[in-house]
Nanobody, 118 residues
Framework: QVRVVESGGGLVQPGGSLTLSCIVS????????MAWYRQAPGKRRELVAG???????EYEDSVEGRFTISRDNAKNTVYLQMNSLQPEDTAVYYC????????????WGKGTLVTVSS
């Protein structure tokens, strides 16, 4: 069963950058599509970016051009480089398997909090 440990969040000013990391275990990482999700206060969890085993990538419209997802199969790690951060990016960020019905995933890590504020 998948297990994840997210890290790299913090407080950043608008326009700043952060890089999130997610170490994955419990699965054959190379065989799985992975994604970053986020949940802002009072809102539902949403998909931010996903990456397939072959490197195909999709982004949520509001982060396209600002965020970059990548994976290192040798390290079982998924990254999310976030640039030009805005207050509306404030959320807890989670990584997990990339599935259409991700709301039904039974396991979620603790996530990492990103706060964008001046």
């Amino acid at each position: 069963q998948v297990r994840v440990v997210e890290s790299g969040g913090g407080l950043v000013q608008p326009g700043g950058s952060l890089t999130l990391s997610c170490i994955v275990s419990g699965i054959t990482f190379n065989n799985e599509y992975m994604a970053w999700y986020r949940q802002a206060p009072g809102k539902r969890r949403e998909l931010v970016a996903g990456i397939t085993t072959g490197g195909r990538i999709e982004y949520e419209d509001s982060v396209e051009g600002r965020f970059t997802i990548s994976r290192d199969n040798a390290k079982n790690t998924v990254y999310l480089q976030m640039n030009s951060l805005q207050p509306e990016d404030t959320a807890v960020y989670y990584c997990n398997l990339w599935q259409n019905n991700y709301q039904s995933l039974g396991y979620w890590g603790k996530g990492t909090l990103v706060t964008v504020s001046s």
